[in-house]
C-alpha cells in the first residue's frame, strides 16, 4: 500500500508531538512512582536535568513545564517540538543553562518510528496498534535506560492490549499469545534464577520478564526466540562497544529493556522473516 506524502507529513508532525509528551512522562513517572528510591538520581547521572516539581501522579499531567535548572515556567512557543530547542540553541531562555539532548532527541526518535510505521502499515486500523505499541515501548526504553526500572504500569496494560487483539486475530491467534506470555515469562524467571543460584548475583530484573510476557502476547509463542536472539545479540554488542570505549567497565550491568523492545519492534515489521533470513 502506497501512503501519500501528506500522510507522512502529518505523521512526523503527530510523532514530534507524542515524542515531546512521551520525553514528559519519561522523566516525571518514575520520580512519581518511586520519589524516595530515585532521589540521589541527579548525583549519579549528572548529564541529566534537575527536577524540582512535586512528583505526584497530579503532576504528571497537570503540572506546568518548566526549566529543570531554574524552575522558570516555559511559555507554550517554548515547548513546540525540536524547534524551541534550536531556536534556544539548546539552553535555557532565563538561565542560560543547557539543555539536556535527552529532549529532542526522544522527540526525533518518535518521530522517525511513527513515519516508519505508518509507511509501514500505511492508512488502517492496525497501524493505530502498532503506533501504541512503539509508543509504549519507546516510553519503557527512556525509563530502563536512565532508572533500570521497568514499569508495571507500562508493561502490564501492554500486555493486556496485546492479548486483547490477539480475539482479534490481529498480529496472532488467542491460543498463541497464551502460550507467548507464559514463555516470555517463564524463560526469563527461569534464566535469572539459575544466574543467581550459580553466580549469587541478579543478572536482570521482573520488569524484564513482564516486558517479554507482553511481547509474547502481541506476538505468540513463535516470537520469543527471535525476540530474544536480536535483544542478546544487540546487548552483547552495544555492551562490548561500551567496554572498549572505555564507556562503562565489564561489571556494570546494562538495561536490557531496550533490547528486548528493538527485539519486539523488529518482530513488528518484519515478523519471522528475520530469523529466518539470519538462519
Request: charged share 10%; proline share 4%; glycine share 8%.
Amino acid at each position: 500500500m502506497t501512503v501519500p506524502i501528506s500522510y507522512l507529513i502529518f505523521s512526523a508532525l503527530i510523532g514530534l508531538i507524542i515524542g515531546s509528551f512521551i520525553s514528559m512522562l519519561s522523566w516525571r513517572l518514575p520520580r512519581a512512582l518511586f520519589a524516595e528510591e530515585l532521589a540521589d538520581l541527579q548525583d549519579k547521572q549528572s548529564d541529566l536535568p534537575e527536577e524540582s516539581d512535586n512528583h505526584s501522579f497530579r503532576s504528571i499531567f497537570f503540572g506546568r513545564s518548566a526549566c529543570p535548572k531554574c524552575n522558570q515556567t516555559l511559555p507554550w512557543y517554548r515547548l513546540i517540538p525540536i524547534v524551541s530547542y534550536l531556536s534556544s540553541t539548546g539552553r535555557c531562555h532565563n538561565c542560560n543553562e543547557k539543555i539536556s539532548l535527552r529532549y529532542p532527541l526522544i522527540e526525533i526518535a518518535s518521530m522517525l518510528l511513527t513515519v516508519i510505521t505508518v509507511w509501514h502499515f500505511g492508512i488502517t486500523t492496525t497501524t493505530i496498534y502498532a503506533l501504541v505499541f512503539i509508543w509504549v515501548l519507546l516510553t519503557i526504553s527512556v525509563i530502563d535506560i536512565e532508572h533500570q526500572l521497568i514499569l508495571d504500569i507500562l508493561s502490564l496494560p501492554l500486555l493486556w492490549l496485546g492479548l486483547l487483539l490477539s480475539t482479534f486475530n490481529l498480529f496472532t491467534d488467542p491460543v498463541m499469545a497464551i502460550w507467548g506470555a507464559a514463555a516470555g515469562y517463564l524463560i526469563l524467571w527461569i534464566l535469572f534464577h539459575t544466574f543467581r543460584l550459580l553466580t549469587g548475583k541478579e543478572g536482570m530484573g521482573y520488569g524484564d520478564f513482564k516486558l517479554l510476557a507482553a511481547l509474547g502476547a502481541w506476538f505468540g509463542l513463535s516470537a520469543i526466540p527471535q525476540i530474544i536472539l536480536i535483544a542478546s545479540i544487540s546487548s552483547l554488542i552495544i555492551g562490548l562497544a561500551a567496554v572498549i570505549l572505555q564507556r562503562r567497565s565489564m561489571q556494570q550491568a546494562i538495561p536490557f529493556g531496550p533490547f528486548l523492545a528493538l527485539g519486539g519492534g523488529a518482530y513488528l515489521f518484519l515478523g519471522s522473516e528475520l530469523l529466518g533470513g539470519f538462519l
